[in-house]
């Protein structure tokens, strides 16, 4: 972006070692994992999108799974371990998970069941502030 541009200007480019938005890290076994980083740039893309009851939004900002209970509103058509962009009921972007359920399982399941898995949310500027990159 521009901002980052104009802040590495005043950097020597001998001395500039990287420059960017941390999208996410690779893991020992090869996967992917995004980081809450990127979540600015990919949530407005988003196609699949769950949001959260007020409720239950303080819960996924401390790292818990979503629950039924807490479930406001999913995207028609997403499926079983789909990649999931989590909301509050006002459209804030909260963090990243992975439907747990598919939009159908979702309507008949127990309301303690587990319908997103957490993997990334943005309490983890808070919690992680020393070591995310």
Not at 74 to 79: G, K, L, R, S, Y
Request: with cysteine; proline share 4%.
């Amino acid at each position: 972006s521009e901002k980052l541009l104009k802040a590495a200007a005043s950097v020597p480019r001998e001395s500039l070692v990287a420059l960017g938005t941390c999208f996410g890290k690779f893991t020992k076994t090869q996967k992917f994992r995004l980081s809450v980083t990127a979540l600015d740039f990919l949530a407005p893309y988003a196609k699949h999108k769950v949001w959260v009851k007020p409720g239950s939004e303080q819960s996924f900002l401390y790292g818990n799974h979503v629950l039924k209970s807490g479930l406001g509103r999913i995207t028609e058509n997403t499926a079983q371990y789909q990649g999931v962009v989590v909301y509050s009921m006002a459209d804030v972007p909260l963090g990243f998970g992975v439907a747990a359920k598919s939009t159908q399982d979702c309507r008949k399941v127990d309301p303690m069941a587990i319908v997103v898995f957490h993997q990334a949310d943005v309490g983890e500027y808070v919690r992680s502030e020393d070591t995310l990159t």
